[in-house]
């Protein structure tokens, strides 16, 4: 019944910005940190980004610390990923996970039980 369901990727130009979605369903969503990873075609899958249950903390990877933000609407059951400044580097599937910790912004992937299915985030040069 769970499932988190990304949107918002596409093709942009370096420089650019996109601004990711991931709508949360079959679960309390309030009640879970969220995070964001991507992983690039032959790289391992790495942490981007997370933020608590009520938005109140959040974490992000120093290679975008900056550029990126993450924001959440716990009405709407909705996180957020603001890419702004992309670079070619980033091309990769972007996906959103659920983590039960609500006040956790833990960065290691095996934390969180749920993940969407990615969304493709395709950056040119």
């Known amino acids: 019944q769970v499932q988190l369901v990304e949107s918002g990727g596409g093709l942009v130009q370096a420089g650019g910005s996109l601004r990711l979605s991931c709508a949360a369903s079959?679960?309390?969503?309030?009640?879970?940190?969220m995070g964001w990873f991507r992983q690039a075609p032959g790289k391992e899958r790495e942490f981007v980004a997370a933020i608590t249950s009520n938005g109140g903390s959040t974490s992000y990877s120093d290679s975008v610390k900056g550029r990126f933000t993450i924001s959440r609407d716990n009405a709407k059951a909705t996180v957020y990923l603001q890419m702004n400044n992309l670079k070619p580097e980033e091309t990769a599937v972007y996906y959103c996970?659920?983590?039960?910790?609500?006040?956790?912004?833990?960065?290691?992937?095996?934390?969180?039980?749920?993940w969407g299915q990615g969304t493709q985030v395709t950056v040119s040069s």
């Open positions: 996970a659920a983590n039960p910790n609500t006040r956790s912004t833990d960065r290691h992937s095996a934390i969180y039980n749920h």
């Open positions: 079959g679960l309390a969503f309030s009640m879970y940190s």
